[in-house]
């Protein structure tokens, strides 16, 4: 049984790359998956999206990646030759023809930004990439352990609650069996009373009195809630998804638990299903929580 709550996170440093990569998971009835990944990281959104569903089948997960180069990339100097030439001839014979004293020098270069050109050099971000995955899985693993650690908490509370529900299943029954014959006693004591002195089919007064009886009779409820009872424990202890299923049967077991309350003619017996109610109800409220 794992939570569908937890929180994963990993940060990694390899190869002039630092990834971080954090993955948390929320309660939500189907899967959902929202992502927020570096720029450009579009062709590894499919990748990412199986790495999470390997892990997570249902619920809501967030996932954020981020990955930077700790150092600048690569970069040279381009310098146009030509088109410093040709400034430096234009100089010249601007020179000349106005009468000019003087050189060009160098400096009359700096101050054409045109000739020279800083340029970087394309860097391969696959190895990024891989690091950066490399810390998503890790991330996702921690979600994993902590999930599971939750699931394991949740399981304990849903076999405690379980085994108080199987332990009132007999009671139920003897409670079930007592009402029916009070009901039946109580049904004859007063058709001898209405009847007084007349004579009495006993044959027919006992069988309107067990159709009285039936009334409140709820042994198919109990066989049903047997059953119920012991497909539930036996989805506690499957491993997978199981939340739905588990929701499923509490609310099968919450039927037949009413039912049961409605027909009651015993005080005692009507106790027992109201605290049966509330063991349901609280395994209902947890399941929320179970993948």
């Known amino acids: 049984m794992r939570s569908m709550t937890g929180f994963g996170r990993a940060q990694l440093e390899r190869g002039g790359y630092q990834a971080v990569a954090e993955a948390r998971a929320l309660n939500q009835r189907f899967f959902e998956l929202k992502l927020s990944l570096p720029r450009g990281w579009g062709e590894y959104e499919a990748e990412v999206r199986k790495l999470v569903q390997d892990v997570v089948s249902r619920g809501r997960v967030e996932v954020f990646v981020r990955c930077v180069a700790l150092k600048p990339p690569s970069s040279r100097l381009q310098v146009n030759d030509g088109l410093a030439a040709s400034y ?158 588990i929701e499923f049967l509490l609310q099968e077991i919450n039927r037949e638990v009413n039912t049961m309350g409605s027909k009651s003619q015993n005080a005692a017996l009507s106790q027992i299903t109201i605290e049966i109610k509330g063991e349901v109800e609280k395994m209902r409220e947890q399941v929320q929580n179970v993948e």
Do not use: C, W
């Open 88 to 245: 430096v001839a234009e100089l010249r014979r601007m020179g000349k023809r106005l009468g000019l004293d003087g050189g060009v020098g160098v400096e009359a270069l700096l101050q054409r930004p045109e000739i020279f050109h800083v340029i970087e050099e394309e860097r391969d971000d696959r190895a990024g990439a891989a690091l950066a995955m490399t810390a998503l899985g890790r991330a996702l693993k921690a979600l994993e352990a902590e999930r599971v650690r939750e699931g394991a908490g949740l399981k304990r509370d849903f076999e405690a609650r379980l085994k108080t529900i199987a332990q009132a299943a007999p009671r139920i029954e003897k409670l079930a069996a007592a009402a029916r014959a009070a009901i039946r006693a109580t049904f004859e004591s007063r058709v001898r009373e209405l009847l007084g002195d007349l004579p009495v089919n006993e044959k027919r007064l006992y069988e309107e009195a067990s159709s009285a009886a039936q009334h409140g009779d709820i042994s198919e409820e109990i066989t049903r809630l047997k059953v119920h009872l012991q497909a539930l424990k036996a989805a506690i202890g499957r491993g997978g998804p199981i939340g739905k299923s």
